[in-house]
């Protein structure tokens, strides 16, 4: 849970860009989501452009997180985060048609 979750002190995790190592700027943080699952934050470098995704979650333990470099905007992380989940049939159905070389032809069909 994260009932305790000081979001406003714990975005100062966000320190350096992986990319240019510059400082970030507090105010280019913005939190997407919180939830009692976490805290959902994109991030942009002023010095580079770079955008970085992080989910924090704070657990007994202490607070833990992920990061990933993204070229999406805030928005389109939002229309992501809003789809279902991906089953595990999904993703048998994608491993198929990638051994089949099926999944290029596939995508094609969708445009």
Do not use: H, R, W
């Not at 009932?3 to 507090?26: E, G, H, T, W």
């Not at 959902?40 to 770079?50: D, E, F, I, P």
């Not at 805030?74 to 999944?103: R, T, W």
Request: with cysteine.
């Amino acid at each position: 849970m994260i009932n305790n979750f000081q979001s406003p002190l714990n975005l100062k995790l966000i320190k350096k860009c992986p990319v240019c190592n510059m400082d970030y700027q507090q105010s280019m943080i913005q939190v997407l989501d919180e939830n009692e699952y976490g805290l959902l934050t994109y991030a942009t470098c002023k010095s580079c452009g770079a955008n970085l995704l992080t989910k924090f979650a704070s657990l007994p333990q202490g607070v833990i997180g992920n990061a990933i470099l993204t070229d999406l905007k805030p928005q389109e992380v939002m229309d992501f985060a809003g789809q279902d989940d991906l089953s595990d049939n999904d993703v048998l159905d994608i491993q198929y048609l990638i051994s089949k070389k099926e999944l290029i032809n596939n995508l094609k069909k969708l445009t």
